[in-house]
């Protein structure tokens, strides 16, 4: 049977996997991990509203009324178009069609020192490393008796004012105002300062300007002041420095959150290198109209690794739909192959967006329809539960949610010993 091979259990490997389980082809699974994680709400984890099993499912359980697919969990350390080996740490996978489907890591534009000291939100373990820094900050802080380092303490800076970035501010909004009030003696966890820097003139800037500014009204709500037209030029265990209108400046903080960008996975090198595979300046990969290597149409990249035009200038945004549309196009892409039928160039349909901003509040855009307020914010409920995989993590989720809304409280405030190390 033509053998085909996924690197990668994420949206677009998934969506590929189930696609080509249905038609007579020989699938193999490559992921590190033995789950599928929902990474749209890995921030409820890193601020305490959800565990990590709500959001993630095994690949095996997902795929398992597919006879023809296999899983293992596995790391792909070497691609060799040549002899058509996916190399990894335990054996070697031949194929004769690729699907690259790894995702993105975190990029701080090339300045990794700054990794140790602003932990990025790729992964349940570093949503874990922020969960608990966020909670030790307040534990340190009740401690602490000098004036200026608790301040320090309940200082925050959340470099970035993406969807993530808005939605970590706003969040970390509601545990200091509503959460944690009245938790603790010698502090007021409603008086933490919360930054967003963003380098751009607004937050959400892929969003209208309109929705963009009532983001950034009820981020003020929840006491969280967003900086724009900021440039981040250090990073340590004490603070930002910052570069914004020509003057410098340094906020003195010990809990700093990366979610200013992302960079294609390092696959996307080995490409370059094995199969000529040209980058873009994010390090993604540049593919055909068909989601393919232009120099090896046998080798398809797809989701947040693929460079893909959006027919207005600029490329697809790293957003599971798109990574979901491109994994089932791709797996009928190689149905027409093997059928010897040719295939229209991929075509994206799309969804909309969607940024929450705490209770009740959240921004939406599907078109040229636009919502703000609590409209938008069941929207994002109804659109994220929908795109949960499994029936008990839909049901688990939707009474922590409803569990949070009438209490204010979130059931996995616990500091854990992996990650626990305060920023300094």
Same mark, same amino acid.
């Given at each position: 049977?033509?053998?085909?091979?996924?690197?990668?259990?994420?949206?677009?490997?998934?969506?590929?996997?189930?696609?080509?389980?249905?038609?007579?082809?020989?699938?193999?699974?490559?992921?590190?991990?033995?789950?599928?994680?929902?990474?749209?709400?890995?921030?409820?984890?890193?601020?305490?509203?959800?565990?990590?099993?709500?959001?993630?499912?095994?690949?095996?359980?997902?795929?398992?009324?597919?006879?023809?697919?296999?899983?293992?969990?596995?790391?792909?350390?070497?691609?060799?178009?040549?002899?058509?080996?996916?190399?990894?740490?335990?054996?070697?996978?031949? #194929?004769?069609?690729?699907?690259?489907?790894?995702?993105?890591?975190?990029?701080?534009?090339?300045?990794?020192? #700054?990794?140790?000291?602003?932990?990025?939100?790729?992964?349940?373990?570093?949503?874990?490393?922020?969960?608990?820094?966020?909670?030790?900050?307040?534990?340190?802080?009740?401690?602490?008796?000098?004036?200026?380092? +608790?301040?320090?303490?309940?200082?925050?800076?959340?470099?970035?004012?993406?969807?993530?970035?808005?939605?970590?501010?706003?969040?970390?909004?509601?545990?200091?105002?509503?959460?944690? +009030?009245?938790?603790?003696?010698?502090?007021?966890?409603?008086?933490?300062?919360?930054?967003?820097?963003?380098?751009?003139?607004?937050?959400?800037?892929?969003?209208?300007?309109?929705?963009?500014?009532?983001?950034?009204?009820?981020?003020?709500?929840?006491?969280?002041?967003?900086?724009?037209?900021?440039? =981040?030029?250090?990073?340590?265990?004490?603070?930002?420095?910052?570069?914004?209108?020509? %003057? @410098?400046?340094?906020?003195?903080?010990?809990?700093?959150?990366?979610?200013?960008?992302?960079?294609?996975?390092?696959?996307?090198?080995?490409?370059?290198?094995?199969?000529?595979?040209?980058?873009?300046?994010?390090?993604?990969?540049?593919?055909?109209?068909?989601?393919?290597?232009?120099?090896?149409?046998?080798?398809?990249?797809?989701?947040?690794?693929?460079?893909?035009?959006?027919?207005?200038?600029?490329?697809?945004?790293?957003?599971?739909?798109?990574?979901?549309?491109?994994?089932?196009?791709?797996?009928? =892409?190689?149905?027409?192959?093997?059928?010897?039928?040719?295939?229209?160039?991929?075509?994206?349909?799309?969804?909309?967006?969607?940024?929450?901003?705490?209770?009740?509040?959240?921004?939406? %855009?599907?078109?040229?329809?636009?919502?703000?307020?609590?409209?938008?914010?069941?929207? #994002?409920?109804?659109?994220?539960?929908?795109?949960?995989?499994?029936?008990?993590? @839909?049901?688990?989720?939707?009474? %922590? #949610?409803?569990?949070?809304?009438?209490?204010?409280? +979130?059931?996995?405030?616990?500091?854990?010993?992996?990650?626990?190390?305060?920023?300094?």
């Amino acid at each position: 049977m033509h053998k085909v091979v996924i690197i990668g259990g994420g949206f677009g490997g998934l969506e590929a996997a189930k696609a080509l389980g249905k038609i007579p082809v020989e699938v193999t699974l490559l992921d590190r991990r033995n789950y599928f994680l929902f990474q749209p709400l890995l921030y409820q984890v890193a601020t305490g509203g959800l565990s990590p099993a709500d959001i993630a499912h095994p690949l095996r359980r997902v795929l398992r009324k597919y006879g023809n697919v296999k899983v293992y969990q596995d790391e792909v350390i070497e691609i060799e178009p040549a002899a058509r080996i996916v190399r990894t740490r335990r054996g070697e996978y031949p #194929w004769d069609t690729l699907i690259v489907a790894a995702g993105s890591t975190v990029s701080y534009y090339g300045n990794e020192m #700054w990794r140790p000291f602003a932990p990025g939100l790729k992964g349940i373990e570093e949503a874990l490393e922020i969960r608990n820094r966020v909670l030790r900050a307040f534990e340190e802080a009740e401690k602490e008796r000098d004036p200026e380092a +608790r301040r320090a303490w309940l200082s925050f800076v959340i470099v970035g004012g993406g969807p993530t970035g808005v939605e970590l501010a706003g969040t970390l909004g509601e545990i200091a105002r509503d959460t944690l +009030r009245g938790d603790f003696r010698n502090i007021r966890p409603e008086e933490a300062r919360i930054f967003l820097l963003e380098l751009a003139p607004r937050v959400l800037p892929s969003f209208p300007e309109d929705l963009s500014e009532a983001a950034e009204l009820s981020l003020l709500r929840l006491g969280v002041r967003s900086l724009t037209g900021v440039r =981040v030029t250090a990073v340590d265990s004490e603070g930002v420095e910052f570069e914004r209108d020509g %003057q @410098r400046g340094r906020l003195s903080a010990r809990t700093v959150i990366w979610a200013a960008g992302v960079q294609g996975h390092s696959l996307a090198r080995l490409l370059h290198e094995k199969a000529g595979a040209e980058l873009d300046r994010a390090g993604r990969v540049r593919v055909s109209p068909d989601c393919s290597l232009p120099t090896h149409p046998e080798i398809f990249v797809i989701g947040d690794m693929a460079s893909y035009p959006d027919g207005k200038g600029g490329t697809l945004p790293a957003l599971a739909p798109v990574a979901m549309q491109q994994g089932r196009y791709v797996a009928r =892409v190689i149905a027409d192959r093997l059928a010897g039928r040719a295939s229209p160039p991929f075509r994206y349909r799309d969804k909309g967006v969607l940024a929450t901003i705490g209770r009740h509040h959240a921004v939406a %855009q599907f078109g040229r329809t636009r919502f703000r307020g609590v409209l938008a914010w069941l929207l #994002w409920l109804f659109v994220h539960l929908i795109y949960l995989i499994g029936f008990q993590n @839909r049901i688990l989720v939707l009474i %922590q #949610w409803a569990f949070h809304y009438f209490s204010y409280n +979130r059931g996995a405030r616990i500091i854990t010993e992996q990650g626990c190390r305060p920023s300094g």
